[in-house]
């Protein structure tokens, strides 16, 4: 099995170095703070946004679950600024989705379009080629998360799998001691 990739906290720091724009910030931010896939942040509309930019839904995609999410205030400061920069996009009348191009008439930012953007931003940042897919923001949320001390239950709900399999891979990249640990939690149900 190919070993999960993600991104160190110092190339997190020095990614979000080199991005400018306000949405590329939010949509990276997103990727790396709620764990998203690059479809559900695609497909978020402005309507599953809470009135006071406090709430994110995050629609189903895979798996069917859905998921709410606490927007941080610095999310939220970057989203309210993203919000009055879109209003100025031509393809912004009439489109309900978050992430937007210029020229997205009616539709969302194509994942091919946040897959180009990271990869931009990935030299600029000095990570290596082999990091350039976005699909590692969802990766680096969860090893953050356990080495934050979360569980894999609890990375479980808040990735939104299905199976408890899906977040066991995570384990795989920690010291042996704390997974042998997190294993042993796993298959008798409580906690040491």
Not at 70 to 81: E, G, N, R, V
Not at 86 to 105: M, V
Not at 138 to 143: E, K, L, Q, V, Y
Not at 179 to 189: C, H, I, N
Request: hydrophobic share 40%.
């Amino acid at each position: 099995m190919e070993k999960v990739k993600y991104l160190t906290s110092q190339e997190i720091k020095q990614f979000f170095g080199v991005v400018k724009s306000v949405r590329d910030r939010l949509m990276f931010s997103f990727l790396y703070h709620y764990g998203l896939r690059i479809g559900e942040a695609c497909s978020i509309k402005l309507s599953d946004l809470h009135p006071q930019l406090i709430e994110i839904k995050i629609p189903r995609l895979k798996g069917g679950i859905s998921r709410t999410y606490s927007i941080s205030q610095q999310d939220a400061k970057l989203l309210s600024k993203w919000l009055k920069i879109r209003k100025d996009y031509p393809s912004a009348e009439g489109n309900q989705y978050l992430f937007i191009t210029k020229r997205s008439l009616n539709g969302p930012m194509s994942a091919i379009n946040i897959q180009k953007a990271h990869a931009r931003y990935c030299p600029m940042a000095g990570i290596d080629k082999t990091k350039a897919h976005p699909h590692v923001w969802r990766h680096s949320c969860a090893i953050s998360l356990l080495e934050a001390g979360k569980d894999v239950f609890f990375i479980k709900s808040y990735l939104g799998h299905r199976s408890l399999q899906s977040s066991l891979v995570y384990l795989e990249i920690m010291p042996p001691e704390w997974a042998k640990l997190q294993r042993s939690v796993v298959e008798t149900g409580f906690v040491l």
